[in-house]
């Protein structure tokens, strides 16, 4: 099983609508959660960090379900701007000490107008 | 805005050519990383260092080697290019601890002939 698994997509979505990308990881112990946006050939970027309570920035709101391994991103009032990849990160924990960043394979999302 | 810096954005070298892809940031952190990308592929982890004089090998078996003789630099080298090597690297930098994210370079996209 991939340590950080995600559906590669793609999403085609009109502009207005609310899409949700799911995530799931397999290190029970993992610490660390957090979304990166990707746009074509262009470095990752940091999106938002995923707290246990769950947390929201603007049109973007992130969850965590430590029991179930699952993170979720669900994007609102989608704009033509948002289409690129989503990266779900997250940081390991291994025997004691934290592993690196893991980076799932991303959700690609495309916009329409 | 992540101050971190890759040059050159883009390289085009003959087989057999010895690389140096520069990586530098002005954030003074501690660890810094190198991954490598196939266009619309993940990211693979292919060295990291944890300070100064700290190198470790990554996920991803690499020829390349890297050196951290200064907290701010973290050159990837590559005694002989071929044509396999051809991809983008990605530089990446984060604080120590656990809740810290990484922070990416804009990339330097290599092609060996």
């Known amino acids: 099983r991939k340590e950080v698994e995600q559906d590669p997509g793609p999403f085609n979505v009109p502009e207005g609508a609310t899409v949700a990308f799911n995530c799931t990881y397999s290190n029970s112990a993992s610490q660390s959660f957090f979304w990166y946006r990707q746009d074509c050939r262009k470095e990752p970027k940091l999106l938002m960090s995923v707290y246990s309570s769950g947390n929201e920035d603007g049109r973007f709101t992130a969850q965590l379900n430590r029991a179930s391994q699952y993170i979720s991103l669900l994007i609102r009032d989608s704009k033509l701007s948002d289409s690129a990849t989503y990266l779900c990160v997250v940081r390991p924990f291994y025997g004691g000490s934290q592993g690196n960043l893991i980076f799932g394979k991303g959700t690609k999302l495309s916009v329409k107008p | 805005e992540a101050d971190i810096y890759q040059t050159p954005r883009y390289l085009v070298i003959g087989t057999g050519k010895k690389i140096t892809l520069e990586c530098s940031q002005t954030?003074?952190?501690?660890?810094m990383y190198w991954y490598q990308q196939d266009p619309g592929m993940e990211l693979h982890l292919i060295h990291y260092s944890y300070g100064v004089n700290s190198t470790e090998k990554g996920d991803l078996s690499s020829e390349s080697t890297v050196s951290r003789i200064r907290t701010e630099h973290f050159p990837l080298t590559l005694e002989s290019a071929r044509p396999s090597h051809t991809s983008q690297y990605l530089c990446?930098?984060?604080?120590?601890?656990?809740?810290?994210?990484?922070?990416f370079g804009p990339g330097t996209r290599l092609t060996v002939t």
């Open positions: 954030m003074g952190h501690d660890k």
């Open positions: 990446a930098s984060s604080e120590s601890g656990s809740h810290y994210e990484q922070y």
